[in-house]
């Protein structure tokens, strides 16, 4: 049985300014189900597209159909379009300082389900079951501003979980994680493609797009979708890798000879070791609760 | 760690949206905040280089010389003529203001309407009637209220000069904050022998307002992205109100780790120039004439202008 299509996009367009443009001439498709990464270089478009989903940008050309309905202006303000659409999709932002609009970390994570209809106690019991998963139980009355980055991000995955959606667009999610964090996102990722979620990860970073996704979407900084296959493809094609400006050309020198080798920013065998160097020596770090994260294969959804 | 079991309990939603003929409401609350956050954001986004008509000091002097012509003014003829030619003038820079003219004289008699209806009645201002509403109530007339309302023709000529003024007003002042950027003010201000904690009060505030704009403008974003239904007025208003809190409370943060920034970065109060300016002739031609544009203003109604 085919699956059903989530997003159809076609030759999407989107500038700020009449010198602005984030994203050219972009098309493609998610299926039901599906688990895709969008891959880029800072500043190539991928939180654009991310907002153009969740349709809080209209494109300056082309179309958004999101399951088969063109994402327009005038069905965003029809109460039951919209309202089925906000119940399906949910959009983690980047910045989570932009999320949290409540004046307590606990109203913030129920106030999904209570726009949903959810009496308010079962409201709060869903919140707080999510607050205690994410270790954030103790933070429940605290005002979201006050949090610390990490806490604030996790609190608006809460907020997204708690409505139950059927798309999860999330803008970078491991980005201000410590490494704990990330391998529990890591996990609580798994557990929603087990359920059959569809799942939009935006990140610049390929060893989390490898643990993840199955299917990758590049974007080139000319806010063009340079290749859209399995991740497997994708992160193969170093060529393409360079050209998109997501690894680098990192320049060594070997007795007096000058050659450069491409260099995967996150990736696991690289020798030079960024920030996620840290994250892979917590993913091979044996777990109180039981769980071993060490060598957990990439499960690619469907 | 296992997510709770109603997270994916039930089969995907896959059908094609329900559309229905009911409409998601925007409340007129949420309009008119998106409204002035979004002028505030235009007010203070930083004016590009080439905009820089005046030179900072030259800007500041000629805006105050208006500003005192336009404050002292009776003359309704010379205010609107004065609010014409701004306009004019924005739109011959060519400056994108247009629009936020447009805002200015939207709003503005919105605004001052409230203290300025008042005044057209004859009940503040007496003087000819120029229409007759309705039979003032006993209980009014008998503690001295004329036994008719009716509007004045000196109260319209009261309430138009109040807003007359305040648009003027406004209109110079988007005018010099859409032609210098704010900070270049601020040195200005400092340019001008205005004592430093002046200057850095009005530096905060200025922050302050800017990132109100902003953070107006982005958890909006997210309510949007959230929002499912419609709510009634009242449950709309205690929303907006709870929500003012966390606005105001997270700008304030906000604008409090900007500072520490600056502080951070040898930030003493001063602004120094990255390209210092030079006072050119047409700087000086534009304070003088600002400054008979403003003496006009003041004596046009004593030379009989109305
Ligand atoms: N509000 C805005 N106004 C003008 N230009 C913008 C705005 N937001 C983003 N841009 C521009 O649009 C382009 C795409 O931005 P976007 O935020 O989508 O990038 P991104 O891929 O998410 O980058 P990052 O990895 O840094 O998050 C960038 O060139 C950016 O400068
Ligand atoms: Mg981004």
Known sequence: MSRAKVFHVEHLSFDYGPDLPALRDVSFEVLDGET?????????????????????????????????SEITKERLSDEAW?????????????????????????????????????????????????????????LAMRVP??????????????????????????????AALDPRSQVELLEVLQQLQDRGKTILIATHDLGFAEEVAARALLLSEEHTLLVDGTVEEV????????????????????????????????????????????????????????????GRPPCPSG | MSLPTWIGAGPPRTGPLPTSKVRLRTSFVEKTLLGISDFLRRGLEEAPE????????????????????????????????????????????????????????????LFSAAIALPAVLNVSTPGPTLVELVATPAWLVRIGWPPVLSVTTSGVGVAGLLVLRVGASVSVAALLAGTTPPTRLLSALGALGIPRAFVLVAALTLRYARTLAFTVSDMHLALLSRRVRTVDAKAERAFVGSRMGVVLQRSRATAEEVHMAMLARGFRGDYVPLFPTRVRPRDVLAVLAAIGVGALLASAARAGIP
């Not at chain 1, 119940?87 to 949290?100: E, G, I, P, T």
């Not at chain 1, 389900?113 to 106690?121: E, F, I, K, N, T």
């Open chain 1, 36 to 68: 895709v990464c969008l891959l880029g270089a800072n500043g190539c478009g991928k939180s654009t597209l991310l907002r153009l989903l969740d349709g809080l940008l209209a494109p300056t050309a082309g179309r958004i159909e999101a399951w088969g």
């Open chain 1, 235 to 294: 992160l193969s094609d170093e060529r393409l890798l360079l050209q998109a400006n997501v690894i680098h050309e990192h320049s060594h020198r070997h007795g007096g000879i000058r050659h450069s080798h491409p260099h995967r920013h996150g990736a696991r065998h690289g020798t030079h070791h960024h920030t996620h160097g840290v994250q892979d020596h917590a993913h091979e770090e044996p777990r109180d609760d039981g769980h071993c994260g060490s």
């Open chain 2, 50 to 109: 080439r905009a820089a008509i005046l030179e900072p000091r030259a800007a500041l002097l000629a805006a105050l010389a208006l500003l005192v012509g336009i404050s002292l003014s009776h003359s309704l003829v010379a205010l609107a003529l004065v609010a014409v030619a701004l306009a004019a003038l924005a739109g011959l820079l060519g400056l994108g203001l247009g629009r936020t003219l447009w805002r200015v004289w939207g709003v503005v008699p």
């Open chain 1, 145 to 174: 501003s006050t949090l610390s980055g990490g806490q604030k991000r996790r609190v608006a995955l809460a907020s997204c979980l708690a409505t139950d959606p059927d798309v999860l667009l999330m803008d970078e999610p491991f």
């Open chain 1, 82 to 138: 919209n309202g089925e659409f906000r119940r399906r999709v949910s959009l983690l932002f980047q910045d989570a300082d932009v999320q949290l609009f409540c004046p307590t970390v606990l109203e913030d994570v129920a106030f999904g389900p209570l726009q949903l209809g959810a009496s308010p106690a079962d409201a709060r019991a869903r919140a707080e079951e999510l607050l205690e998963l994410f270790g954030l139980a103790k």
